[in-house]
């Protein structure tokens, strides 16, 4: 069974920066897809970012464009997010997911497996 656990989340001042990582077990990584959402309280789950198979192909939800890098590492079943220059409203409980469909997708419905989340909080 597919199991997924984030951890490198925690409390990080405004402009600072984590690496969140996505630890996948249970199957064969480098056939899923791997995105990364976050979730505010009382507000949807968000797409932050997503990477394709091989990790010839990524995509960013614009408020974070250019400041958070999705890489995947397959050989270490593996996927991470790197976040810089973060800010306070990047505060979120931050999701990964796994997807053997789509390339890539920003649909969270279309994700097959999920972790159970690591909080990151940004101070100001």
């Known amino acids: 069974q597919v199991q997924l656990v984030e951890s490198g989340g925690g409390l990080v001042q405004a402009g600072g920066s984590l690496r969140l990582s996505c630890a996948y077990s249970g199957g064969t990584f480098s056939s899923y897809a791997m995105g990364w959402f976050r979730q505010e309280p009382g507000k949807e789950r968000e797409f932050v970012a997503t990477i394709s198979r091989n990790g010839a192909s990524t995509d960013y939800a614009d408020s974070v464009k250019g400041r958070f890098t999705i890489s995947r590492d397959n050989t270490r079943n593996t996927a991470y997010l790197r976040m810089n220059s973060l ?6 409980v931050y999701y990964c997911a796994a997807d053997r469909t789509f390339l890539t997708t920003k649909v969270a419905e279309r994700y097959d497996y999920w972790g159970q989340g690591t ?6």
């Open 87 to 92: 800010k306070p409203e990047d505060t979120a």
């Open 119 to 124: 909080q990151v909080t940004v101070s100001s």
